[in-house]
DNA sequence: GGTCTTCTACCCACTTCTGGGTAGTCCCGG
DNA sequence: CCGGGACTACCCAGAAGTGGGTAGAAGACC
C-alpha cells in the first residue's frame, strides 16, 4: 500500500455488536478505512474479493467456517491481504494455529480499541502484531509445539469423547475396536498432557472440536 | 424519567472493545446518552451511584464480580435503574437467575445493535425485553425447573470434577468418604439426567461452575 | 530403500466408575 | 412431632478406564 492512503480494513465477526461496534471506533481514525463488514467467513471471503481490502479484521470464534480454517481461504483468494485474528482466547492452540496458518496478527478481544488501532497499522506495514499475552504463550508453544497437533482420527475420538461415549460405543462408531480406540485416547492425553478425561474435554470445547453425532 | 430527555445508559463490560464499540454505536442516537462505561461491576456501581443512569446495559461473564451478582448490589444501590444483562450466553441457568435476580432485560450478544437499542428503550419505558431465543428458554424452563438446582455440596462436587479430579480426590479434598463423594455424584447424574462424565463437565461448563482448586 | 507418522490392535495388572441398594444424622418447615 | 431434603457412609458385582508395553500395515517424505 501507498503511504497516505487510508488502510482499507475489512471486518468479519459474527456478533453484530462487535462488528457495529468496531466498525464506528475505527471509522473515527481518519487513516483507517472500513471497507466492508461481515457476519461470517464465507460472505467476508465474497465481500473481500470485491474490496481487495488491507488489513482483515476477524473474529476466530465462528459458527459454519471456523476463523482458523478461514485463514486458508483468505490466503489463497487474496494473498495480500494481512489477516488479523481476535478471540475471546488465548489459548495456545489457537494462537499457534493462527500463526502457523498464516495470520499476521492476533489479538484478544480484551485489549483497547487504541491497541486495535496499532495493530492495523503495524500489520499494514508489513510487520505482524501479537498483543502481549499472546506472545508469551507463542514463545512457550516453541519448546514442545510438534507435540500438539492432533491426527484427524484423534480428532474424531475427541468430538466422541465430548459427546460423552464411552470407549466401546466410540470403537462401534467408528468401526474399529475398543482396544483402539483406547490407544487413541491414551495418545490424546500423552500428547496434550492432560491427565483426565475431564481435561479433554475442556480441551476439545476450548479448541473448537465439534461433537461428533455420528 | 420525564419523556422527551434522553434516556441515560451506563455500560459495564470487561472487553474495551465491546464497550467502546456499544458506547459508539449508542451516541448515534440521538434519544440515547452513554453516561458513562465501566470495565467491571465495581467501578461501575460507583460510577452508577454518581449518574444515576436510567438504564445499565452489563456483561454478565466478568472477572471478578460476576454480572449476576452485580444485579443485587445495584438494585440495592440504584434501585431506580432498569438493568439489562448482555451475554454471550443462552444458558438457562444464566437467563433464569438474571431474571430472578431482578435484570429487566436480557439480550444476547450476537443481536444487532438495532435490538439493543430497542431493548434501552423498553426497559428505560419500565417494561422488560428479551431478545428472542431468551424467551423461549424462560419459558421451557418454567416446566422442569424444580429438577436441575443442586445443593451447594453437589456444586462442590460438580467443580472438582470440572477440575478434573477422581472421586477419591474429590473426597480427600472435601473431607469426606470416597463411597460419599461416588453417591454424590450419582445423585447429580440422576438429578440432572446426564449419564456420563463429559456431559457433567459440559453441564458444569454451560451453567457456570467455577473449577475447584482447593 | 529407509524413516516416520498414522492407524490399527493386542497384552496385562490395576484402579476407578457404575448403578443398584440401604441407612443414619441433622436441620428446616409445617 | 413428623416429613423431607441434604449430607454422610457403606455393600456389591460388573463395567470401564489407566498406563505400561509391543507391533503390523499403509502411506508420505527424502
Redesign the pocket.
Known amino acids: 500500500m501507498k503511504k497516505g492512503d487510508k488502510i482499507k480494513v475489512l471486518l468479519i465477526d459474527n456478533h453484530p455488536l462487535v462488528l457495529d461496534g468496531l466498525k464506528a471506533v475505527l471509522e473515527t481514525f481518519h487513516h483507517i478505512e472500513v471497507v466492508g463488514t461481515a457476519g461470517q467467513a464465507q460472505t467476508g471471503l465474497e465481500l473481500a474479493c470485491q474490496v481487495r481490502p488491507d488489513v482483515l479484521l476477524m473474529d476466530i470464534n465462528m459458527p459454519k467456517l471456523s476463523g482458523i480454517d478461514a485463514i486458508e481461504l483468505f490466503k489463497t483468494q487474496i494473498p495480500e491481504t494481512r489477516i488479523v485474528m481476535l478471540s475471546m482466547h488465548d489459548s495456545r492452540e489457537y494462537i499457534s494455529s493462527s500463526v502457523m496458518h498464516g495470520a499476521a496478527g492476533y489479538i484478544l478481544k480484551d485489549v483497547s480499541t487504541d491497541e486495535i488501532v496499532s495493530a492495523i497499522e503495524t500489520v499494514a506495514d508489513g510487520k505482524t502484531y501479537f498483543s502481549s499475552g499472546v506472545f508469551d504463550v507463542l514463545m512457550e508453544g516453541q519448546a514442545s509445539n510438534a507435540a500438539d497437533?492432533l491426527?484427524?482420527?484423534?480428532r474424531d475420538i475427541l468430538g466422541l469423547l465430548l459427546a460423552g461415549k464411552?470407549?466401546?460405543t466410540i470403537?462401534e462408531t467408528?468401526?474399529?475396536?475398543?482396544?483402539?480406540a483406547?490407544?487413541?485416547?491414551?495418545?490424546l492425553?500423552?500428547k496434550l498432557k492432560i491427565?483426565?478425561?475431564a481435561g479433554l474435554i475442556r480441551y476439545a470445547l476450548d479448541h473448537g472440536i465439534s461433537t461428533k453425532t455420528l
Open positions: 497437533p491426527t484427524p482420527r484423534e464411552a470407549n466401546k470403537a467408528l468401526g474399529i475396536s475398543q482396544a483402539t483406547e490407544t487413541h485416547r491414551k495418545n492425553k500423552k491427565a483426565t478425561t
